[in-house]
Structure formats: structure tokens, C-alpha cells
């Protein structure tokens, strides 16, 4: 079967739906999503939107945190156009119906968190991602020209390479995509393209990110011939709870915004030692500091204490924390602290694109986490997640709408017939997966050992070769046998690891989230960004695998 429309967007966070919303009235919108809509990073986001929306603030302040955030990396344009235009992004939010919390006088209620040096975080008390899908989802199932095709995994990239006779790929015409429920592989062709897949949080063993966040968008770019940037910047939350849970349990920066103190089990404060600004430093700052108290008192976790606030003020600006720890963990943090560790959290780098989107293919965008727009440089601001997926997302539509106009994506419809059908391929011994499987774990321990938050040449050269071996044997593996989503995320999960490992092993210095203790960190201003071009970017008919 063929899925046909003008716009194919896969994935179902902010960005994907935020794009969607607009682009319907340009053509009709298909929407693949692996699980349910919902299931998406942005459905786990507690902390907010930052937006200089607050009287005393304005978009050059918010420029200046997230610049000092970045570690010197930043591209200034990006950030301009996401501070600026990114006030208007989330009043259009609030038109939508988005119930952000207000304070008594009816205002928005403005949080702060690290690095920031104005109250400007925009949230729905502390399930603001939830509250955000919640009404874009809403909105889009009623729309008359947007398609959800839910369990449905992308699979690769449609491009020159796969029409008869194979050709150099220069455009892109759509993607493969599973079905779940049927396990078959059918065809999604659209004028314009848009990766809006999330994070690939699932390389590590601990994250944050929900399950469908392995690295799919980055994975299926490369592929198809696209550069990626920067894919060493990968950010860890400092404060997730210490338990076991899949995926971990996010405390929000707000909570120290609002005034919680990390101190070690036996109730001594330490962030004073690692920055002025204490536990409101910015995050890769603060993992580093739980990290190095980690190891230097032996120690599994650091305590996160805000006990000392009014209960009914805490329990009123975090009934989701209060309550899911309560509730499902015995934890009332009105009266005893949070055990906490770092977690990966946010892939800072990702597919390289222009200000409107645009990706190295022709007709292809990425948007949002995916996406390396460079608003984030070596490490992003708190909040600023969110406001990237509703810039850059505004961006591609007006940027589409132009072409539209100019037909050029008419071009395109002649290479249609030539498109060869998708080759089932071998089914491959079930035994064969089970060894497979467990390249997952090693994937996973190598990251969180060699390539977590503190790293060494050493390390990043052992975790190189082994990950050369196991992505071979996934390759192996996946040429032989029929699709499955648990092979695909892994054949996406392995590809990007090596990725972010070659990306380490060529900066040669300690920067933001990038800290290796072979080299000393420098704050000097740089553009001298890491890009990974695939074999197709040079080769006609290679294959960046």
C-alpha cells in the first residue's frame, strides 16, 4: 500500500505536531508515529517553555543565558531567531488553549531555572509537556486534512537510491514504513518531508526518555546521505530519581528554581564548591558536580532536599512529583529529600540544517531534538527544548509555503515510477536475535561507561572499536531477516552511537556537555563544530552505513 499527501511528518512531539497544525491548511498532513501519538518526549517534559514574556525581561537576555549556557558553541543567528521569534511560538500556545498556570492576579506564572537570570519559564505547574500534547493532539485528530498513522515505524529514507536504475540521492520522496500490526512494509511519499523523531536517549541505560526515543531521525538522515553536528553535546539531566524504572523519573530544574538543595546522604551541601550560582548553575555544570561527588565519597546517589519550603506551596507548584513519589515510591519530599543521579536526557547535536529546517537533501527538514539547528551549542538552557520545536517548526512551514507556491516539488513526480518495491528479504534464525539482543545491553554499558558524562581518549578509542564490531553484527543480522521494530531500533540505536563516539573522539578539547579529562575545558567563543558527512555524501552510490 502507498500513503500519499503533501506533507509526511514523522513523529508526534511538539515539533511534528506543531508543524502539522500549520501545514494542514497548505495540503493535506500524514503523521507516522511508532506507538500511540502521545508516547513522545514532550509528553514527559515537566519543567516548562522559556520566553522572555516577564516585564523586567526581554529576548537579548534570554539571548545572553543561552549563549553562556552553550559553552561558546552557539550559532548566534540560531539563537536570535529563537529568542525573538519564540515569543510569539508560545503565545500562539496559549491561543491554542495550552492552561498554563497563572498566578492570583491571572498572569502567567513565571518559573526559573538554571542558568537562567529571569523568571521566564512558561509551564502548566510540572506536566507542561503533557498538557501541551494533550491539546495539539486534540486539535489534530479533529482535522479534516491530517492522517495519523499510529504503529507504524519509518524504516528508511526514500530517495534516488531506490528506484531503477539506483542514482546519486539528491532528493528525498518520502520514507518505508512498518506496520506493527501487520508486519508489513508499505510506502509514504509526500512533496516535503519532515523528521521530527526526538532524541536518542536510548543509547544510554539510564535516561529519561521515553522508549521510542532511539535515535531513529538521525539514524534514517545518515543513511540517506545527510550530515549530523555536533552529536557529542549530549546533556544529562542532573536529577533523576534513584531507582529502577524505565524510563527514570525526571525532578524537574524547577524544583531548585525553586529552592531545593542537592547535598550528599549525610545532608552536607556541596554545589557552592563547583559554581556561584550553586544548584541553579546550568546542567552540565551540575551533572558534573553530582557526578564527581559520586565518585569521590563512594556514594549511589545525592540527595535532593526541598523540605524546608511550605508543604502546601510545594505540593501546589509540583503536584506531579509530590504525588508520583508519594504514591509510587513512599516519598513525601515535603518531609524527606529525593535520592537523585544524573541521567542522559538530551541530544544537543543531531541532523544538520539551515535556519528554515532544511536538511542536505532536497524537500527533507528536521525539526526539533533531531534536528542540530545550533541554538543549543556545546549545552542547552533550561526550557529551551520546547521553544526550538515551535521556532524551527514555523520556520519549515513558511519556508514549504514558498516553494509550494514556485511548484517545485513537481520535479519530483516523474522519478515515482522507477520507485523499486521494498525486498522483504530472509527471516533469520530466532536464535540469531536473542545473541543480537544482548549487543543492545553492550551498546548501552559501553556508552554509560566510556562516553557518559566524564570521558577519556582511552576510553572513547576502546568504546570506538567495540562499537565498529557490534554494528557490523547488527548490519549482519538485519540484512538477513525480515524488519521488526525491535531490530530496526537497534540497527538505529547502534548507528548512533558510533556516531556520537567518532564525534568525541574529534574534539579535542573539554567544552559544555563534552568533558574529557584528557584536555582542560575552555569558555572561549568557537564555531568549530563537529560534523560527520556519511559515505553517500560523497559517494553516488555508496551507502552511509
Known amino acids: 500500500m502507498t500513503y500519499t499527501g503533501t506533507f509526511l511528518v514523522i513523529g508526534s512531539g511538539i515539533a511534528g ?3 502539522a497544525l500549520k501545514a494542514a491548511r497548505l495540503g493535506k498532513v500524514i503523521i507516522v508515529t511508532k506507538d500511540k501519538p502521545e508516547e513522545s518526549a514532550t509528553n514527559y517534559a515537566q519543567g516548562g517553555i522559556a520566553a522572555a514574556l516577564g516585564e523586567m525581561d526581554n529576548p537579548e537576555k534570554h539571548m545572553e543565558d543561552t549563549l553562556t549556557a552553550g559553552a561558546g558553541l552557539c550559532d548566534r543567528e540560531a539563537v536570535r531567531i529563537l529568542v525573538n521569534e519564540g515569543v510569539a511560538a508560545v503565545r500562539e500556545l496559549i491561543d491554542l488553549g495550552v492552561p498554563f498556570t497563572r498566578d492570583d492576579s491571572g498572569s502567567l506564572h513565571l518559573g526559573k531555572e538554571g542558568g537562567h537570570g529571569m523568571h521566564r519559564v512558561v509551564h502548566a505547574h510540572d506536566f507542561t509537556g503533557r498538557e501541551i500534547e494533550r491539546s495539539l493532539l486534540a486539535q489534530i485528530v479533529a482535522h ?8 507504524f515505524m519509518a524504516v528508511d529514507l526514500i530517495t534516488e537510491h531506490h528506484f531503477k536504475p539506483r542514482q546519486f540521492s539528491r532528493n528525498c520522496f518520502g520514507a518505508y514504513i512498518l506496520s506493527e500490526d501487520t508486519g508489513e512494509i508499505h510506502s509514504a511519499l509526500a512533496d516535503y518531508i519532515i523528521l521530527a523523531t526526538g532524541g536518542a536517549g536510548r543509547v544510554y541505560p539510564h535516561t529519561t526518555n521515553p522508549a521510542v526515543s532511539t535515535g531513529d531521525g538521525v539514524a534514517m538522515a545518515y543513511r540517506a546521505g545527510c550530515r549530523v553536528r555536533n552529536l557529542e553535546f549530549f546533556q544529562f539531566h542532573p536529577t533523576a530519581l534513584y531507582r529502577e524504572g524505565d524510563p527514570a523519573f525526571l525532578i524537574t530544574e524547577a524544583l531548585r528554581g525553586f529552592g531545593a538543595v542537592l547535598t550528599l546522604p549525610d545532608g552536607t551541601p556541596f554545589m557552592h564548591r563547583y559554581s556561584e550560582q550553586k544548584e541553579l548553575a546550568p546542567r552540565d555544570i551540575v551533572a558534573r558536580a553530582i557526578d564527581s561527588e559520586l565518585k569521590i565519597n563512594g556514594v549511589e546517589y545525592v540527595h535532593l532536599d526541598i523540605s524546608h519550603r511550605n508543604a502546601d506551596e510545594i505540593r501546589a507548584h509540583f503536584p506531579l512529583i509530590y504525588n508520583t513519589l508519594k504514591e509510587k515510591y513512599d516519598i513525601d519530599i515535603t518531609r524527606e529529600p529525593i535520592p537523585v543521579v544524573p541521567a542522559a536526557h538530551y541530544m544537543c547535536g543531531g541532523i544538520l540544517v539551515n535556519y ?4 542536505d537533501l532536497n524537500y527533507l527538514y528536521a ?31 513558511n519556508d514549504i509555503e514558498g516553494r509550494l507556491r514556485q511548484r517545485e516539488a513537481e520535479a519530483k513526480k516523474p522519478y515515482l515510477k ?4 521494498w525486498d522483504k528479504g530472509g527471516a533469520a534464525n530466532l536464535a540469531e536475535w536473542v545473541l543480537v539482543q544482548h549487543d543492545l545491553k553492550e551498546i548501552r554499558s559501553l556508552m554509560w561507561d566510556y562516553v557518559g558524562i566524564m570521558r577519556s581518549n582511552l576510553r572513547l578509542q576502546r568504546a570506538a572499536r567495540r562499537i565498529d564490531l557490534i554494528y557490523s553484527e547488527v548490519l549482519d543480522f538485519y540484512n538477513r531477516t525480515i524488519p521488526t521494530r525491535e531490530i530496526l531500533e537497534l540497527r538505529n540505536i547502534a548507528l548512533v552511537a558510533q556516531l556520537i563516539i567518532r564525534s568525541a573522539l574529534q574534539r579535542k578539547e573539554s567544552r559544555g556537555l563534552h568533558f574529557n579529562t584528557d584536555y582542560e575545558e575552555v569558555r572561549d567563543e568557537s564555531r568549530n563544530d563537529t560534523i560527520l558527512e556519511p559515505l553517500a555524501f560523497k559517494n553516488p552510490f555508496g551507502e552511509a552505513i
Open 367 to 397: 525539526i526539533g531534538e533531531t534536528a542540530s539547528t545550533g541554538v543549543h551549542g556545546g549545552n542547552r538552557l533550561a526550557s529551551n527544548s520546547l521553544l526550538e520545536g515551535l521556532v524551527f517548526a514555523q520556520r519549515a512551514v
Open 418 to 421: 522507477r520507485l523499486m518495491p
Open 356 to 359: 528554515d529546517g532544511r536538511a
Open 144 to 151: 479534516p486534512d491530517i492522517q495519523v498513522l499510529d504503529r
Open 17 to 19: 505536531l506543531f508543524f
